[in-house]
């Protein structure tokens, strides 16, 4: 079965330091893999998607992530943390169903991003 | 592109009555749109999952009967909460994945801004 874990439920950085959301995955088949970012009370935001292209993916924002198949990882990355990228961050991977006949998306438990001044 | 437009974004009502909520897509076609539910400093909880046309699949412990999905159009999908209770107070989001069939897996989420529901 497909699952993410998110290693850490906080991380908090200096702004102008580096950022490391880490991400785990598990799955049957090639996944896909996507970040998002949630501030309070919005909805999600895709940051960027893995899809078996290119295993360094870049995204909006000056995030990017890395796939890295031996180690099961997708972690996202930023090299100076700016005081607006405080925020929730999700690891999500995608679960087919017979069910419903469609793609479903698991997500991990989240990680709050917070950056000191 | 690939807006999900999501309405109302706050909603107060009282309890026994019911409230339905809007997800449209504005600027592409969503076969397949999801509805979370997510409590306060969680993750997002899949509670269905609704495919234009047909009825919407639920996830294991929710209640069909209670959170009604329509998806009647390639824009729209509503959930209405039915005879809500305190405990149905909650954040509510909907996504939508453009592309049909053939993008699959590929095809990112585009959330709403949610909806905060409270019942009292």
């Known amino acids: 079965a497909q699952s993410v874990t998110q290693l850490d439920s906080h991380v908090s950085v200096s702004e102008g330091t580096p950022v490391l959301l880490r991400c785990n995955y598990s799955?049957?088949?090639?996944?896909?893999l996507f970040w998002y970012v949630q501030h309070p009370n919005k909805g999600l935001q895709l940051l960027l998607k893995y899809t078996s292209a290119a295993t360094l993916v870049k995204g909006i924002n000056g995030f990017e992530a890395e796939f890295k198949k031996s180690e099961t990882s997708f972690h996202l990355t930023k090299p100076s943390a700016h005081m607006s990228d405080a925020a929730e961050y999700f690891c999500v991977v995608t679960l087919f169903t017979t069910t419903s006949g469609t793609y479903k998306y698991i997500f991990g438990t989240g990680t709050r991003l917070k950056v000191l001044a | 592109g690939a807006v999900v437009s999501q309405h109302p974004s706050r909603v107060i009502c009282k309890s026994g009555t019911s409230v339905k909520i809007e997800c449209r897509s504005l600027?592409?076609?969503?076969?397949?749109m999801f509805w979370y539910r997510q409590f306060p400093k969680q993750s997002l909880m899949l509670m269905a999952t609704?495919?234009?046309?047909?009825?919407?699949?639920?996830e294991q412990g929710v209640e069909k009967d209670k959170f009604l999905i329509n998806h009647a159009s390639l824009t729209l999908s509503t959930l209405t909460v039915t005879s809500a209770h305190p405990e149905d107070s909650s954040f509510y989001i909907c996504s939508a994945r453009d592309g049909g069939w053939v993008r699959g897996r590929n095809s990112p989420l585009h959330f709403g801004n949610g909806t905060r529901l409270t019942v009292t």
């Open positions: 799955s049957s088949y090639s996944p896909s």
């Open positions: 600027d592409f076609q969503a076969t397949t």
């Open positions: 609704s495919n234009e046309g047909s009825k919407a699949t639920y």
